[in-house]
């Protein structure tokens, strides 16, 4: 081959390098600026899409229950209906003991919470446990320990005792955890006292007693489930116990007193 072709392919050859180590060196550059953004542009996508929260307070919610402790001076007792993204529903009323006078904060204060799960649920915490998080709400609390259950119109209750400090108050508290498969639904809640000392258990089964159904959903599970309860003797007060239903006394184990001792025998 004559020596003038070499040379032409041979500096043909040269530029078609020359030009693609330009073209590889632009791809280089290009690919480290994308890595570098890529975070960058990951964070602003995730700092622009906030998650959203698992349970939203509604607006104006309609009152479902109807509950109240006849121990608790409340005139404005709170209600507040939590939806989740999958259909559960949390109805929570909250008793705040008033004082007469001034109308502040004072004595007993009490939570009840209806739950009906959706397609959110996981399954239920162990009753200690549910009582924990619920009154961690309104304080800290302390030495959360089983109870023995008590029956009520609504079936047997978990209960746990546990004292609750909030604003520096020490108070003697009773949880309660009750649950159904049908219809799929939770009672919960805790009562606490003005100050340290065991609850008594009639005040938890007095608002049990008042805890009435005002609206089913279209839910016939649920409206039998309330309507098979209100048949079912009253164990609170006569005078608190829903019309049309007897009255059963409560036994010494959870009488509001102790059991008076017996004096000793005489000779």
């Known amino acids: 081959m004559p020596l003038g072709v070499l040379r032409t392919i041979g500096r043909e050859a040269g530029a078609i390098a020359i030009r693609l180590a330009a073209y590889l060196g632009t791809l280089a550059v290009i690919a480290i600026v994308l890595i570098r953004l890529f975070p960058i542009a ?7 899409a906030p998650v959203k929260p698992q349970w939203a307070a509604m607006e104006r919610p309609y009152a479902a229950y109807a509950v109240a402790f006849p121990d608790i001076l409340d005139p404005k007792p709170g209600y507040t209906v939590l939806r989740s993204m999958g ?3 949390k109805d929570i009323a909250t008793f705040e003991g008033k004082d007469t006078k001034s109308g502040r904060a004072a004595g007993r204060s009490a939570m009840i919470e209806i739950y009906r799960p959706g397609s959110e649920f996981t399954g239920f915490q162990m009753p200690r446990d549910e009582i924990v998080v ?19 119109r609504f079936g ?5 005792d546990f004292t609750l400090t909030s604003n520096g108050v020490l108070r003697g508290c009773l949880g309660f955890v009750g649950r159904t498969n049908k219809p799929q639904l939770q009672i919960a809640g805790w009562f606490c006292n003005a100050g340290p000392g065991m609850v008594a258990r009639p005040a938890v089964v007095c608002g049990l007693d008042r805890l009435t159904l005002l609206s089913a959903g279209n839910d016939p599970r649920l ?3 309330f309507a098979q309860a209100e048949l079912k003797a009253a164990t609170c007060n006569p005078r608190y116990a829903s019309a049309g239903t007897p ?6 184990l959870t009488g509001r007193h102790e059991a008076p001792l ?6």
């Open 42 to 48: 990951r964070s602003e996508a995730l700092v622009a």
């Open 223 to 225: 409206a039998q489930f």
């Open 262 to 267: 017996r004096r000793a025998a005489r000779n």
């Open 87 to 89: 259909g559960g529903r």
């Open 247 to 252: 009255f059963r006394q409560p036994d010494w």
């Open 156 to 160: 047997p209750m978990a209960l746990v």
């Open 134 to 152: 619920l009154a961690s709400q309104a304080g800290t609390v302390e030495g959360a320990a089983n109870a023995p259950a008590i029956e009520s």
